[in-house]
């Protein structure tokens, strides 16, 4: 057994200490939001907030979560930086298909919660979670929206 804090609440789940951390909040509790995109950390689909920093989920053994908070996208407007991001999300409508969306809210709250005043460079090097739909530069729209 393994216990985590996902989202503010614990959970002891039963599995296998070298299971990626994203198996285990889709499959076992059942929090669908962050997607599975590549499994080999490229994508940014599965991105996620542990302790506020942004990290690929598919490359995280639940093992080493240890006593670390993770945040997922189901809970992210439940954050100042996060309900910000949303809003400008929202507000600039950036998604299209919307698969890649939630890694890429994650991903930008991980950053202006890291850095509340990005430059432009400070949001490509940030933000490099993929897009098939190529909504790159409403994505960085939506960032310079949320840091204001």
Partial sequence: MVTLTVNDRRHSVDAEPDTPLLFVLRDTLGLTGTKYGCGIGQCGACTILLDGQAVRSCQVPVESVGAQSVTTIEAIEQDPVGARVVSAWIGIEV???????????????????????????????????????????VVAAAVRRAAA
Avoid: F, H, W
């Fill in 95 to 137: 998604p299209q298909c919307g698969y890649c969306q939630s890694g890429q809210v994650m991903a930008a709250t991980g950053l202006l919660k890291e850095n509340p005043r990005p430059s432009e460079g400070d949001i490509a090097a940030a933000m490099t979670n993929l897009c098939r739909c190529g909504t790159y530069t």
